[in-house]
């Protein structure tokens, strides 16, 4: 999915590396991600439905500066999804960014 919005790529890119607030866009789901702020290596995990449960390992996370873009990778580690997802957040002016949101997943089992 790729999306234009009017907000700045530094604020984009804040809300969406809040993986929290996740559930406004993918509904039934909560995500439980470090108190602290997210770093690299931090472990999160997606609930859908309160059963099925999706655990991502922080990849990368390096903030939009300047003009380079943002960018988010997490690595699927099971128990039913493996694969990676990748949200990157590109300034295209002072107050608006480009968000490419991509996401490369398949089943972990037999099936």
Known sequence: ????????ATDAFALL????THERWIPLTRITAPADALQP??????RTAGVLE????????TPPTG?????LRMRKLGPVLLGEAVITV???GPDSARIRWEA???LAGPL
């Open 1 to 8: 999915m790729e999306r234009t919005v009017d907000l700045g």
């Open 17 to 20: 590396a809040d993986l929290e």
């Open 41 to 46: 290596g931090d472990v999160v995990v997606a």
């Open 54 to 61: 999706d655990r991502m390992r922080v990849e990368q996370l």
């Open 67 to 71: 003009g380079t873009a943002g960018v």
């Open 90 to 92: 590109e300034p295209v």
């Open 104 to 106: 490369q997943t398949w």
